[in-house]
């Protein structure tokens, strides 16, 4: 099921998450849906899932990574830009 069948409505909620090293570098990772595009690891939040949940979740299923959450960073909207075409709200972690 693709993510306009799933999510056909309202505001999208996706957590995403820094991954940081021990140089504070980020790890970001090429999205497989656009080209030469890089991102830091989120994704959408399940029915019946917190945000702390999904961004541990995602960062599982995307990179096999076990992850803890230390701290909530801020919140950031993506209303029609060129990479998504309907509205989100992203929480950052």
Not at 17 to 31: A, F, G, P, S
Not at 51 to 63: D, F
Request: hydrophobic fraction near 40%.
């Amino acid at each position: 099921m693709n993510d306009d069948a799933k999510y056909p409505k309202g505001v999208e909620v996706i957590g995403s998450t820094y991954i940081l090293n021990d140089k504070n570098q980020i790890l970001m990772t090429r999205h497989y849906r656009w080209e030469g595009i890089w991102l830091i690891t989120g994704g959408h939040v399940e029915p019946g899932e917190s945000i702390e949940q999904a961004v541990i979740r995602e960062a599982k299923e995307e990179l096999n990574l076990d992850v803890e959450v230390l701290s909530f960073i801020g919140v950031g909207e993506f209303l029609l830009s060129r990479l998504c075409l309907r509205g989100r709200l992203i929480l950052f972690f």
